[in-house]
């Protein structure tokens, strides 16, 4: 596509009046590539914000290539006989007609682009991707992940995650028998480990091996759980320990741990 002139200009000149309303305050780096890139602080690495010569992309690269574009404000200037200016894409019946060409990058691609940003990058929101022959991405709220997971085109579902990073504070020790340290969360049985863990809230875990009931599970379950998290859903592992006084349980648990932190650093 084409570039627009002064596309770039006058939207720094606008992101310095409008920054503040953003509902999470960006920067812009300029790397060498000749766009802009926007970072939002707390908002997962995945999502990327770029600024071109002819429009603003909100896309996902989950391994550094684009996954899908999540939306994107590209406009293509046209002025009329009349001297109003014009997007070249609209659709005749949705045509718009401004007095300059800042009115109409403001209006049509900035001021959209602002209301997208805040409507999406909130706390309830996840970006589920799929795959097929091809590759895509949607948002969607946290409590129509599951179901959208589970129905049509299930099959093609390969990870969700969340928009916004949760901060880490959590404290999990899971044991049947032993007190936790104070300001540990104890747990009692894997699942509800597991559980927790999902939240992506956990900073810290210390895993006991046997939980008194093989049937319901050990502590190697859990090891297990956040290595296929790691590998397969971009899960990012807490610091984990193991208390367990079991020998060669632990040693399997401890090999587990050093694969876990192996896979995240390579990926």
């Known amino acids: ?28 780096t ?9 970072r939002f602080p707390g908002v997962a ?11 603003i992309a909100v896309s996902v690269d989950p391994h550094g290539d684009c996954w899908d574009i999540l939306t994107d404000f590209d406009i293509a200037p046209r002025r009329n006989s009349a001297g109003d200016y014009y997007c070249d894409m609209c659709l005749p019946e949705f045509k718009k007609f401004y007095r300059s060409r800042k ?44 179901s959208r997971k589970q129905g049509e085109g299930a099959e093609y579902f390969v990870r969700a995650f969340p928009v916004i990073i949760p901060i880490p504070h959590i404290k999990l ?24 863990l999902k939240t992506r809230k956990v900073a810290e875990i210390s895993l006991d091996h046997d939980l008194g009931d093989d049937a319901g599970g050990t502590g190697y379950d859990v090891i297990l759980w956040i290595e296929e998290a790691v590998a397969t859903q971009g ?16 040693q399997k ?6 694969s876990i ?7």
Request: glycine share 6%; net charge neutral; hydrophobic share 40%.
């Open 173 to 196: 020790f899971l044991d049947d028998e032993r007190v936790p340290p104070e300001g540990w969360t104890h747990v009692r049985q894997p699942e509800k480990a597991i559980e927790i």
């Open 253 to 258: 648990m401890e090999a587990g741990i050093k």
């Open 103 to 146: 009115e109409l990058l403001v209006k049509h691609s900035f001021e959209p682009f602002l209301e997208w940003i805040n409507d999406h990058f909130q706390c309830d929101r996840w970006v589920l991707l799929f795959e097929m022959r091809g590759r895509w991405a949607t948002i969607l709220k946290e409590g129509d992940v599951e």
């Open 235 to 250: 899960f990012v592992p807490p610091i984990i320990t193991v208390h367990s006084a079991n020998p060669s349980a632990r």
């Open 45 to 55: 690495p995945e999502i990327r914000v770029s600024v071109y010569g002819y429009g």
């Open 261 to 267: 932190y192996g896979i995240y650093k390579e990926r």
């Open 1 to 28: 596509m084409r570039k627009t002139k002064g596309f770039t200009k006058i939207f720094m000149s606008w992101f310095s009046e409008n920054r503040s309303r953003f509902v999470i305050e960006p920067t812009i």
């Open 30 to 38: 300029k790397p060498k590539n000749g766009c802009l890139e926007m």
